[in-house]
């Protein structure tokens, strides 16, 4: 099995940093696509950012430009450098991984981390 466990979420304000850390554990062979999601109250989950194990990326519009998704392929870690925090990017933020485990595939989600902006 897979464990995703993602830390860093926090209240700040408008303008304000944070960044986002999401570790895999366990029976892993292989990372492939680690991936950023948020869940706004009484909204659906939407992807924020995309990163594959050789670094391509990508971001939603509404992220593009403030937000930046990193990995630490030895640590099998991701990282999402959020700036110019506004209200609208309150949410649960998710991390999924995906890859290969002992002879199988696996597609993982962490527990989420509360990101608040709020003044």
């Known amino acids: 099995q897979v464990q995703v466990v993602e830390s860093g979420g926090d209240l700040v304000q408008p303008g304000g940093s944070l960044r986002l850390s999401c570790t895999a554990s366990g029976s892993i062979f292989s990372v492939n696509i680690m991936a950023w999601y948020r869940q706004a109250p009484g909204k659906q989950r939407e992807l924020v950012a995309t990163i594959t194990a050789r670094g391509i990326v990508t971001y939603a519009d509404s992220v593009t430009g403030r937000f930046t998704i990193s990995r630490d392929n030895a640590k099998n870690t991701v990282y999402l450098q959020m700036n110019s925090l506004q209200p609208e990017d309150t949410a649960v933020y998710y991390c999924?991984?995906?890859?290969?485990?002992?002879?199988?595939?696996?597609?993982?989600w962490g527990q989420g981390t509360q990101v608040t902006v709020s003044s």
């Open positions: 999924h991984v995906n890859g290969m485990s002992s002879g199988a595939a696996y597609n993982s």
